[in-house]
C-alpha cells in the first residue's frame, strides 16, 4: 500500500510570490490534513479537508488556502509569501472523521528567501 | 479551545532507565489522547491511542482526567526508544481536528 505521497520535497520560493503544495493521501482515505512544522514551533494545524469539504482551518491568515479534489487528493496554496512561512509542510490523511489515526508524508519544504 | 503541553523539549535518559515524557492537556469537552513519534528519517506516526489501553514497544500511557495529563512511560529504556514524540489531542466525539504539543526529542544513552 503506497503512503501519503508530497511534491514537491523542496520549494525555493522569495517573498511575494506564491506557493503550491500537493497532497496525495492514502487509497480509500477521504480526509486530509495540513500541517506546518516550523523551527521549534512544532506541527501547527492548518486545514483539514474531507469529502471534499474543508472541516476545519487552523489559525492561520486566509493567504493560506486549499481544496481538496474529487479524487481526495489536495493541494496547498501560501500566497504573498512571507519569510516566516519558511518550514516543513506535513499532510496527513485518515480514513475518515473521528478515526484520530493519521498517515503522514514525507513533507514538503517551503524555503522562502 | 485543545492545547496541547510537552514540557520537555529535551530529554535524555540511560538505557535500562525508566522513561517518561509529559502531556498536559486542556479541553473543555471529553478528549482522546494519542502519542504519535517520530525515528531518525523516518515519518511521523501513530504510536499509541488512550482508548486503545494498550502497550505498544513497552510504552503505555494513562490518561488523568483529574490532573489533565497523559504521560508517556516506559520501566527499560533501550537505545531504539531514540526519537522525537508527540503529544496530541482531538475531541471524542464528533469531527475534531487533531492538536499537537510541540514535541519532546528522547534520547536514550548507552
Known amino acids: 500500500e503506497a503512503g501519503v505521497t508530497q511534491s514537491p520535497t523542496h520549494l525555493i520560493k522569495t517573498r511575494g510570490q506564491q506557493a503550491t503544495l500537493r497532497c496525495s493521501p492514502i487509497?480509500?482515505?477521504?480526509?486530509v490534513y495540513w500541517y506546518q512544522q516550523a523551527l521549534g514551533l512544532g506541527l501547527q494545524f492548518l486545514l483539514w479537508?474531507?469529502?471534499?469539504?474543508?472541516?476545519n482551518r487552523g489559525n492561520f491568515p486566509p493567504r493560506f488556502s486549499g481544496r481538496q479534489f474529487p479524487n481526495y487528493s489536495s493541494e496547498l496554496n501560501v500566497n504573498a509569501l512571507e519569510l516566516e512561512d519558511s518550514a516543513l509542510y506535513l499532510c496527513?490523511?485518515?480514513?475518515?472523521?473521528?478515526?484520530?489515526?493519521?498517515?503522514f508524508g514525507e513533507g514538503s519544504r517551503l524555503t522562502v528567501l | 479551545a485543545q492545547r496541547v503541553t510537552q514540557p520537555e523539549k529535551l530529554l535524555s535518559v540511560f538505557k535500562g532507565a525508566p522513561v517518561e515524557l509529559k502531556c498536559n492537556y486542556s479541553?473543555?469537552?471529553?478528549?482522546?489522547l494519542f502519542w504519535y513519534v517520530q525515528y531518525s528519517r523516518q515519518r511521523l506516526q501513530l504510536l499509541l491511542r488512550?482508548?486503545s489501553r494498550e502497550s505498544i514497544k513497552g510504552f503505555t500511557a494513562d490518561l488523568n482526567k483529574g490532573e489533565t495529563s497523559f504521560h508517556l512511560k516506559k520501566p527499560f529504556a533501550q537505545e531504539e526508544d531514540s526519537a522525537m514524540y508527540y503529544c496530541a489531542l482531538s475531541g471524542f466525539q464528533g469531527a475534531q481536528k487533531l492538536v499537537f504539543g510541540q514535541g519532546t526529542r528522547l534520547t536514550i544513552n548507552p
Open positions: 479541553y473543555s469537552g471529553s478528549p482522546e
Open positions: 479537508y474531507d469529502e471534499g469539504e474543508e472541516r
Open positions: 496527513a490523511s485518515s480514513r475518515g472523521l473521528n478515526t484520530g489515526e493519521l498517515f
Open positions: 487509497s480509500g482515505h477521504t480526509s
Open positions: 488512550h482508548i
